[in-house]
């Protein structure tokens, strides 16, 4: 989950194949023909760049004032050439965080807790003893990454444990094992509670706890009861916690030498007659994550989601709230070894951007895509 890990890319082929974007239109009120032609060779270019960059699959929707347009270009598996769908899983790695961020806010709403509930208020000693300034954090400084605990990814030893065997690889964890990196004697606070902000994956760990906590029974039965099952998000899950309702695509990633140091015991191989390694192999490979990483989607799931937050039918964040009423685009994007994904809101413009990928690099993530996407629209409708 550390966005700023920095890769080495090989520039390569995939399996020189010719693939095809295959859109899917849904609509109320559809626009006109030239209009969507016109948008819908302009995300054929933003694709075309993705997979030109060494993507094997890419899936992105558009909305925009009633309608939706998905395409998609590339591989679900490169092992079997099986052709990405609309309707495809993806792992959306820290985009998690906003489904977290929803489900607190609930809880505010609730009456059950404020955001400026202490930690310790509500999460047994077994979680909190030995984190540095937790008797000062609140649910806001966790929300808002203004906690300073540092965040477990980030240690130069969390890939060790992480992969050291395909148990602890590719399944759920532990409170002890996500704490072990931050507890005292281990990694000190980045700063006072309060009096900065730094990306802290822990500090959304612990909202999952803390949601457990209150509701008295796990996250993802949480998330299920108060997102996924209201707003008919059929092919959403906790990976490793629940049973999957439709298996993710798989996710590849290119070796090199940050990566190399990560294989274990030759886990991985390489697909036959490329480069790539195929790192989910069918399993849970984001479990690890928790409440911080570890939900898989489909873009026509998250866009119900999105439609929620912009029309104020869930509870969200009073700065999301105000960002899009005073015309700012809000979203968030996931990133991990072989995933890259992104959600972008504009209420201003009345348009919603996804876009789920099944690798990474760099230097065109899933949020340009989507950056990208907004910017057409934009010009569009100037």
């Known amino acids: 989950m550390n966005e700023l890990l920095q890769l080495k890319l090989w520039k390569i082929m995939i399996l020189g194949v010719f693939v ?20 819908s060779n302009a995300l054929d270019t933003v694709l ?16 925009n004032k009633g309608w939706s347009i ?6 679900a598996s490169l092992e079997t050439q099986t052709l990405l769908k609309s309707d495809d ?11 977290t961020a929803v489900l607190i806010h609930e809880l505010i709403d609730e009456g059950k807790i404020t955001l400026n509930t202490k930690v310790i208020e509500i999460l047994p000693r077994s979680i909190t003893d030995g984190i540095p300034n937790i008797e000062k954090v609140t649910v806001r400084h966790l929300y808002s990454h203004s906690s300073g605990i540092y965040s477990f990814t980030d240690r130069s030893d969390f890939g060790d444990y992480q992969n050291r065997d395909d148990e602890t690889h590719y399944r759920a964890w532990t409170p002890e094992e996500h704490l072990q990196f931050v507890k005292s004697g281990v990694h000190p606070s980045n700063f006072e509670p309060g009096t900065d902000t730094s990306y802290s994956n822990t500090g959304y760990v612990l909202l999952g706890y803390l949601i457990e906590a209150i509701e008295k029974r796990p996250y993802h039965e949480v998330l299920r009861d108060k997102i996924t099952t209201p707003l008919g998000m059929e092919h959403t899950y906790l990976e490793g916690y629940e049973k999957a ?17 990560y294989m274990v015991n030759s886990r991985y191989a390489p697909v036959k007659g490329t480069s790539y390694l195929n790192l989910s192999r069918g399993r849970a490979l984001n479990a690890f994550a928790y409440s911080t990483g570890a939900i898989s989607s489909s873009t026509d799931d998250l866009l119900k989601f999105a439609k929620a937050i912009l029309s104020n039918d869930i509870s969200i964040p009073d700065d999301w709230r105000d960002s899009m ?32 990928s099944n690798s990474r690099f760099l230097d065109y993530q899933a949020f340009h895509m989507s950056d990208a996407a907004v910017e057409i629209i934009r010009q569009m409708t100037k």
């Open 325 to 356: 009423s005073n015309g700012r685009t809000i979203g968030h994007a996931g990133g991990d070894w072989g995933v890259s994904a992104d959600l972008i809101i504009s209420k201003k413009l009345e348009t919603i951007a996804i876009t789920l």
């Open 245 to 261: 309702r439709r298996r993710a695509v798989d996710n590849y990633h290119i070796p090199d030498e940050n990566f190399g140091r």
């Open 48 to 63: 075309d760049k993705g997979i030109a960059k060494g993507y094997p699959g890419i899936s992105i929707l558009v909305y």
């Open 89 to 99: 899983v993806f792992r959306i790695a820290s985009i998690t965080k906003w489904f």
């Open 70 to 75: 998905t395409k998609t270009k590339g591989y």
């Open 20 to 39: 095809l974007a295959l859109p899917t239109v849904s609509s109320a009120q559809e626009p006109s023909t030239k209009f969507y032609q016109s948008l």
